[in-house]
């Protein structure tokens, strides 16, 4: 069993920057695929990115271009860079692991998951 727990969120105006953490405990992460969601207000959990084991990545439209994920399997952390933030990035971010290689942008695919972080960024 993992756990997750994301760190770095905030409040941002539009344009600015945020970098989320996750952070794993409990076992090895490295052979984990993880992924970003986030989820706005009243609106289904979507995907924003993912990474697997071995460094490849994949991003959904609406965030390519603006926002990166990497990891640090030293560390046992995946992080989040968001750049030139818009006020309908505003959301809880939450990432979520498997143990596969893998990368899958479905919320239900993912058994593991934490608690979120609130992104708010004004206009």
């Known amino acids: 069993q993992v756990q997750l727990v994301e760190s770095g969120g905030g409040l941002v105006q539009t344009g600015g920057s945020l970098r989320l953490s996750c952070a794993a405990s409990g076992r090895s992460f490295t052979h984990y695929a993880v992924g970003w969601f986030r989820q706005a207000p009243g609106k289904e959990r979507e995907f924003a990115a993912a990474?697997?084991?071995?460094?490849?990545?994949y991003y959904a439209d609406s965030v390519k271009g603006r926002f990166t994920i990497s990891r640090d399997n030293v560390k046992n952390t995946v992080f989040l860079q968001m750049n030139s933030l818009r006020p309908e990035d505003t959301g809880v971010y939450y990432c979520?692991?498997?143990?596969?290689?893998?990368?899958?942008?479905?919320?239900?695919?993912?058994?593991?998951w934490g608690q979120g972080t609130q992104v708010t960024v004004s206009s």
């Open positions: 990474i697997n084991w071995s460094g490849h990545t």
């Open positions: 979520a692991g498997v143990e596969s290689f893998p990368l899958n942008t479905i919320p239900v695919y993912y058994p593991y």
